[in-house]
């Protein structure tokens, strides 16, 4: 598989991430969604983090298939988080384990430190080996993990969290 090629997401992706999403949601543990996101919904994400300046990448192949997306939110709604983000990352099952994650991560490492956020923190659902290795390649530390905090296809699950400091992190204040 060629180099994915990583851009900025538009309202009009909104079908196809919420596809890849539901995926998710239905057969796997990295989101304690239950129900998948609509496509309406979806679209309001995309316009919502668009209207903040934050980022919403998606990956496509040569043919302009959607591969995969990520985007950075605001750790917390609270006035002091506004330097703190939280990544999600989300792959097309036909596109894991063929470096689209990672390509989406370093993007979007680079385009959240654009967008003045000083630090990303991931919120691993499930405790997602194949997240945990990603996060970890991307210099990502382990900073947490919260036993049982979600039941999902009939079991509990852990929380693993990570955390990689943006530009100069916590080293000065910021502008």
């Known amino acids: 598989m060629a180099e994915p090629t990583i851009r900025p997401a538009a309202v009009t992706d909104a079908e196809g991430v919420a596809a890849i999403y539901a995926h ?8 304690y969604d239950i129900e ?8 309001r994400l995309i316009a919502d983090h668009l209207a903040k300046g934050w980022p919403f990448l998606t990956a ?8 995969g997306y ?4 605001q750790y917390r709604p609270r006035a002091a988080y506004a330097w703190a983000c939280e990544d999600s990352i989300y792959v097309a099952p036909q596109a894991q384990r063929r470096g689209v994650g990672r390509a989406l991560l370093g993007a979007l490492l680079i385009a959240a430190e654009a967008s003045g956020f000083r630090t990303m923190v991931a919120v691993i659902g499930g405790g997602e080996p194949a997240s945990v290795a990603l996060h970890a390649a991307c210099g990502f530390a382990h900073a947490g993990r919260l036993a049982g ?25 910021p502008a």
Request: glycine share 12%.
């Open 36 to 43: 998948p996101r609509s496509v309406t919904a979806t679209e």
């Open 24 to 31: 998710h949601v239905l057969h796997g543990t990295a989101s």
């Open 60 to 67: 496509r192949d040569a043919d302009d298939g959607l591969l």
């Open 149 to 173: 905090m979600g039941w999902k296809h009939g079991r509990w699950l852990d929380t693993v969290y990570m955390q990689r400091a943006l530009g100069p992190g916590t080293a000065a204040p």
């Open 70 to 73: 990520a985007y950075a939110s």
